[in-house]
């Protein structure tokens, strides 16, 4: 099993930036894929960035304006968030698997953090 705890979210306007980070314990391997996903009230997790093996995917929605990145000695996945809009206000979960970055099927990641929330308001 892995854990994972996720920090860094907070409050924005519009246009903010915002880093979180993930750090993760337990059985990892170096070939994991690492995911961020979110969540927003009434809507369905959705799958936004994952890293694996030094490659980056990153769902339409935040592509250009995301950044995620690993840090092996440190066992901490990080995500740099910048333009936020308001529709990106969701609770911000990191995940792992063995295998490829299906960030499109959350059903698929088996364990998660307990999240931070991200608002961005004016």
């Known amino acids: 099993q892995v854990q994972f705890v996720e920090s860094g979210g907070g409050l924005v306007q519009p246009g903010g930036s915002l880093r979180l980070s993930c750090a993760v314990s337990?059985?990892?391997?170096?070939?994991?894929?690492y995911g961020w996903f979110r969540q927003a009230p009434g809507k369905e997790r959705e799958g936004i960035s994952c890293?694996?093996?030094?490659?980056?995917y990153y769902a339409n929605s935040v592509k250009g304006r995301f950044d995620i990145d690993r840090d092996n000695a440190k066992n901490t996945i990080y995500l740099q968030m910048n333009s936020l809009k308001v529709d990106d206000t969701a609770v911000y979960y990191c995940?792992?698997?063995?295998?490829?970055?299906?960030?499109?099927?959350?059903?698929?990641?088996?364990?998660w953090g307990q999240g931070t929330q991200v608002t961005v308001s004016s």
């Open positions: 337990g059985a990892t391997l170096d070939s994991d894929a």
């Open positions: 890293i694996r093996n030094g490659f980056a």
């Open positions: 995940t792992s698997r063995r295998g490829l970055c299906e960030i499109h099927k959350p059903e698929l990641w088996k364990d």
